[in-house]
């Protein structure tokens, strides 16, 4: 079974406080991607990295940075924590970025920004 | 990628078998349909996706219509386990960006 692993599954972080989450998939996949989940919003996409060292902006970068220095791991990073970063983060890899191509997601981390 | 319409919530008796209906009109011929649940607190859990054909894993079976616009998931023998929401997604092949929508809500009582 591909297994996504986060590296909190509950958070509390003050304004202004550097924050990363990890995440670690280990079944070799190429691909990895960061989403947030908010009521009403869905999810939306944050960043997603197809390679090591490479990373793409998604939907919504904006307070997010992102960092992949080995395939298996995947870090978000939110440079100045704001409330309004205060959300369930997922963490996604897969083995394909096109065609027939399924996400396997972490048990996602709940991040509460005071 | 094409939007997609799905039913808010709907109940389902254990042991029976659920059918989760979606449209998507406006799907496009590069288009996959694929479907996600979410249990309460976890994430996202692939079920099972499709293009033209009907598809049939050991979790759930996807018909698609002839003409592609909607789609049924059906889970056989719905247990409480399959209480969740769940996702219909309509997917280009270009890359591998997923667009949640709200989803349905099903749940399963005895």
């Known amino acids: 079974d591909v297994k996504v692993t986060q590296s909190s599954r509950y958070l509390v972080k003050r304004t202004g406080e550097k924050v990363f989450l990890e995440c670690v998939q280990d079944?070799?996949?190429?691909?990895m991607f960061w989403y947030r989940q908010d009521p009403g919003l869905g999810l939306r996409l944050i960043y997603f990295?197809?390679?090591?060292?490479?990373?793409e902006k998604g939907d919504i970068p904006e307070g997010y940075s992102v960092s992949r220095e080995k395939k298996e791991r995947f870090s978000l990073i939110l440079e100045s924590a704001s409330t309004n970063q205060t959300s369930m983060y997922l963490c996604?890899?897969?083995?394909?970025?096109?065609?027939?191509?399924?996400?396997?997601f972490g048990p996602g981390t709940r991040l509460t920004v005071t | 990628d094409a939007k997609t319409t799905q039913p808010t919530s709907m109940d389902c008796a254990e042991g029976r078998a659920a059918n989760l209906p979606c449209n998507h009109s406006t799907i496009s011929g590069n288009e996959y349909v694929y479907w996600y649940r979410q249990i309460h607190s976890q994430g996202p859990q692939y079920i099972i996706h499709g293009l033209k054909n009907n598809e049939t894993n050991e979790m759930a079976s996807l018909i698609i219509t002839e003409d592609r616009k909607s789609s049924t998931l059906i889970l056989p023998h719905a247990t409480l386990r399959d209480t969740a929401v769940y996702y219909c997604?309509?997917?280009?092949?270009?890359?591998?960006?997923?667009?949640f929508g709200a989803g349905t809500q099903v749940v399963v009582t005895p």
């Open positions: 997604i309509v997917r280009t092949d270009s890359w591998g960006k997923l667009q």
């Open positions: 990295s197809y390679d090591v060292k490479m990373k």
């Open positions: 079944m070799d996949h190429e691909n």
């Open positions: 996604a890899s897969s083995a394909q970025l096109a065609g027939e191509d399924e996400q396997y």
